[in-house]
């Protein structure tokens, strides 16, 4: 019978629950960004402000470039790309990824699909790996918050500011860019707030961008503390421990033959001191 050699066997592809559970902090993210993308969808189709309606379908659009290169790269990393489009939910993540109104509700089904799909030990798994990622999933975390603050400001301080004749955010640009120069704390000033709703907006958006850049700040120093190990690193020390091994290999035999020879001439003594009490006796 013949035996299958591991060495040899190709190792097996990850599963989309596999890396669900490896990277749960990032798909939490996207969780995150696919919610708020359905939620602007409903603020699309609900008689509101058209200011609303604008900043909502902007940041649709905005979210959906990071979700189309998102489910682009799944796409490409995929092992099996036909099984991932069809077995996979590929196409429905595709579809998903678009800015049209409710689409990424396929999405959310792709994600729901694979969640069903996690057995006990795997949910318990996810839980490890954020705890053991606290750096990253603060850090996704706060991200996610600081889009969630972009948005509001911009929604925030359009409607505050339009009620002043002095205003000069009156549009959903010019809202989102202030809302976004705001959070980096740079404040060009060629848009700012005159009302003091609009201000108090203000306050609350550099408060999270403060915050924002702390936490990447940690982030970065944590990443930069990490030992990292460059893949020539790893090749070279591969090399070195291939030449060396025929030498190794000698000197452990030689220790075997050395070991066997000593044990040879105690049971030599032992033998002969037996003969000689028997002669004795």
């Known amino acids: 019978m013949s035996q299958t050699n591991p060495a040899r066997d190709p190792a097996p592809i990850p ?14 993210f996207v969780l995150g960004v ?6 602007n969808s409903v603020l699309l189709v609900l008689p509101i ?12 659009v905005l979210l959906s470039i990071f979700l189309m290169a998102d489910a682009i790269t799944r796409f490409v990393r995929s092992a099996d790309r036909l099984h991932w489009l069809l077995n996979q939910w590929g196409w429905l993540t595709l579809i998903g990824s678009s800015p049209v109104p409710f689409a990424t509700a396929g999405r959310l089904i792709a994600i729901g699909a694979t969640l069903r799909r ?8 996810v839980g490890v ?24 400001a911009g929604i925030l301080v359009l409607q505050a500011e339009n009620a002043s004749p002095d205003a000069n955010i009156l549009t959903a640009n010019d809202a989102l860019w202030w809302s976004y120069v ?36 940690s ?24 030449e060396e091994a025929p030498a190794l290999i000698a000197a452990m035999r030689q220790a075997l033959d050395e070991k066997a020879q000593a044990d040879q001439a105690v049971l030599d ?8 009490l028997e002669r004795q006796l």
């Open 15 to 28: 599963s989309s629950r596999q890396t669900l559970v490896v990277h749960a902090g990032y798909e939490g």
């Open 269 to 276: 003594e032992l033998r002969a001191r037996l003969d000689q």
């Open 118 to 125: 996690l057995r006990r030990a795997d949910i318990e798994a």
């Open 219 to 242: 982030y970065l120093a944590d990443w930069f503390r990490r030992p990292h190990a460059t893949p020539a690193r790893h090749l070279s020390v591969g090399m070195e421990r291939a």
């Open 129 to 152: 790996s954020i705890v053991a990622k606290r750096a990253q999933s603060t850090l996704l975390g706060v991200l996610l918050a600081a889009i969630l603050v972009f948005e509001l």
């Open 182 to 217: 705001t959070i980096a704390t740079v404040g060009y000033g060629d848009r700012y707030p005159v009302t003091d709703y609009g201000r108090l907006v203000g306050i609350a958006v550099m408060t999270v961008g403060v915050a924002l850049f702390s936490v990447i700040t």
């Open 34 to 39: 696919v919610l708020l993308m359905l939620i």
């Open 49 to 60: 402000s058209n200011d609303i309606r604008s900043v909502a379908w902007l940041m649709n």
